[in-house]
């Protein structure tokens, strides 16, 4: 592409950055990130978040595609100790870059590439969080029933103790605008595992927001214990925040 081409594509829309925290996907890095860098322009930007938790050649394949293209940017934070670390790294990473639109996905290929459009499309409606959902019409979740019963029922719970709209609160495929993006950097999440998704998407109802229909594909049947009753400690928690506003002190 010819730089007067480059420059034109930039301007069509807001820099786009997307979040993707990696663990060993060795195998599937290269398809993944060509399936993903199709939808991007000139200006937007990948980081790839990787820790100590990665054993393979993740991070070598990384860095390879980085020094062929400048939309690949390695994020190596070995500092991280647990699955929400990494995520705030991209986020941070994002944010810092200048991204006006922080698009979080999982790079294990659960999450379909193809699918980013649908993220852009609605963000460039005016929307300020775009959250993908497996459960309004056009959305799929195929996983073994354990995981389907868990996220399921986390957002069935989330809608029943805390009023929550949103039909998926557990999915982690989903669209930030910079200052939506500001105020999670700020105000972070309690959880140290996977319920601080709920957290987020909970925390984004006080923003314009959208649902999208999406595919989410996990094989894996593992799911932690402590997860889940750290999960039920938090969101008694934000119960009782709730119903505490506006009461006198």
Same mark, same amino acid.
């Given at each position: 592409?010819?730089?007067?081409?480059?420059?034109?594509?930039?301007?069509?829309?807001?820099?786009?950055?997307?979040?993707?925290?990696?663990?060993?996907?060795?195998?599937?890095?290269?398809?993944?990130?060509?399936?993903?860098?199709?939808?991007?322009?000139?200006?937007?930007?990948?980081?790839? &978040?990787?820790?100590?938790?990665?054993? /393979?050649? !993740?991070?070598?394949?990384?860095?390879?595609?980085? *020094?062929?293209?400048? $939309? #690949?940017?390695?994020?190596?934070?070995?500092?991280?100790?647990?699955?929400?670390?990494?995520?705030?790294?991209?986020?941070?990473?994002?944010?810092?870059?200048?991204?006006?639109?922080?698009?979080?996905?999982?790079?294990?290929?659960?999450?379909?590439?193809?699918?980013?459009?649908?993220?852009?499309?609605?963000?460039?409606?005016?929307?300020?969080y775009v959250g993908g959902s497996r459960y309004m019409r056009g959305g799929r979740h195929q996983s073994p029933l354990t995981r389907v019963f868990v996220s399921r029922g986390g957002t069935i719970l989330?809608?029943? &103790?805390?009023?929550?709209?949103?039909? /998926?609160? !557990?999915?982690?495929?989903?669209?930030?605008?910079? *200052?939506?993006?500001? $105020? #999670?950097?700020?105000?972070?999440?309690?959880?140290?595992?996977?319920?601080?998704?709920?957290?987020?998407?909970?925390?984004?109802?006080?923003?314009?927001?959208?649902?999208?229909?999406?595919?989410?594909?996990?094989?894996?049947?593992?799911?932690?214990?402590?997860?889940?009753?750290?999960?039920?400690?938090?969101?008694?928690?934000?119960?009782?925040?709730?119903?505490?506003?506006?009461?006198?002190?």
């Amino acid at each position: 592409m010819h730089s007067t081409e480059q420059a034109k594509g930039s301007s069509l829309r807001p820099k786009l950055g997307i979040s993707v925290p990696l663990a060993n996907e060795e195998k599937t890095i290269d398809d993944f990130l060509r399936r993903v860098l199709v939808h991007l322009l000139p200006h937007d930007r990948v980081f790839c &978040v990787v820790d100590n938790i990665c054993q /393979d050649r !993740t991070k070598e394949k990384i860095s390879e595609w980085a *020094k062929q293209d400048p $939309r #690949v940017v390695l994020v190596w934070s070995p500092q991280n100790r647990c699955v929400v670390d990494a995520y705030f790294a991209g986020y941070r990473a994002a944010y810092d870059d200048g991204c006006e639109w922080i698009l979080e996905m999982d790079g294990g290929m659960s999450h379909l590439p193809e699918e980013v459009p649908l993220f852009i499309t609605a963000m460039s409606a005016g929307h300020e969080y775009v959250g993908g959902s497996r459960y309004m019409r056009g959305g799929r979740h195929q996983s073994p029933l354990t995981r389907v019963f868990v996220s399921r029922g986390g957002t069935i719970l989330a809608r029943l &103790v805390l009023k929550a709209k949103m039909t /998926d609160m !557990t999915s982690g495929f989903e669209c930030f605008h910079r *200052k939506a993006m500001q $105020r #999670v950097l700020e105000k972070g999440v309690s959880s140290r595992a996977n319920f601080f998704q709920t957290e987020i998407r909970f925390m984004m109802h006080q923003f314009r927001w959208v649902e999208v229909p999406i595919t989410y594909r996990n094989a894996n049947y593992s799911i932690g214990r402590n997860s889940i009753r750290e999960s039920f400690r938090i969101l008694w928690g934000m119960y009782r925040a709730e119903q505490t506003k506006g009461k006198p002190s």
